[in-house]
């Protein structure tokens, strides 16, 4: 079972373009996250879906869309990527409400130059 | 801002010796979680409190939630360097869903 893989691994990005980051999970986890981490402040969330078709803002959510078309995958789109975005980018998945831990992907380093 | 603040941001210990990291709140927590991460991974779940005063141990890790819901701490016992990495708590606020991480605490282990 690969559980939780994300794509790229890492990139280097111009600021000004967007880019799409990937996250796909094998595991039937009702609800998906992502955060980004960065020195100092932990990890923030950016966007959650509870549930396929469901999305909500998390802590950090401008600058930043998810969609959540099936149960399986969870993409983060920059529509317009800034340097304040560059980051380690993880995504995670728990099986339903009322589970609480969540299961990382091993993330994406974003560069935004 | 930042809603659960976690210190000390570092610490270095010699192996063998003991370190604790503590986790406060502003607001009351429904639960608290603590999370690793190795150096360059991912971070990987290790336990979840939910009682107030609750205390868990597994093996040399000790986990204490506070009584009124707002604190915890992560005691470690004899670090080995295999404990290397960084710890955050992760609480879930009275009546929400969400996880809001602590800031972290990177531990390195001197051999």
């Known amino acids: 079972t690969a559980g939780i893989t994300q794509a790229p691994t890492s990139q280097i990005l111009a600021a000004g373009r967007s880019m799409t980051l990937r996250c796909t999970q094998d595991m039937r986890h009702n609800a998906m996250y992502w955060y980004r981490q960065d020195l100092g402040l932990g990890l923030r969330l950016i966007h959650y879906?509870?549930?396929?078709?469901?999305?909500g803002k998390g802590e950090v959510p401008d600058g930043y869309s998810v969609s959540r078309a099936n149960t399986d995958d969870f993409p983060l789109t920059l529509a317009s990527a800034v340097p304040s975005q560059t980051s380690v980018y993880f995504c995670?998945?728990?099986?339903?409400?009322?589970?609480?831990?969540?299961?990382f992907g091993p993330g994406t380093r974003l560069t935004v130059l | 801002g930042q809603q659960v603040m976690q210190i000390p941001q570092y610490q270095h210990v010699q192996e063998g010796e003991d370190f604790t990291t503590y986790c406060n709140s502003s607001t009351t927590l429904s639960n608290i979680q603590w999370y690793k991460q190795r150096p360059g991974g991912h971070p990987v779940f290790l336990i979840q409190l939910v009682k107030s005063g609750e205390v868990k141990k597994q093996k040399r890790l000790t986990f204490q939630f506070g009584e009124a819901k707002k604190n915890s701490s992560l005691h470690i016992t004899a670090t080995q360097t295999t404990d290397v990495g960084t710890y955050f708590c992760?609480?879930?606020?009275?009546?929400?869903?969400?996880?809001?991480f602590g800031t972290g605490t990177r531990l390195t282990v001197i051999p």
């Open positions: 879906s509870n549930t396929a078709g469901t999305t």
């Open positions: 992760a609480g879930v606020r009275t009546g929400a869903n969400n996880l809001f």
């Open positions: 995670a998945s728990k099986p339903r409400e009322g589970y609480n831990e969540q299961f």
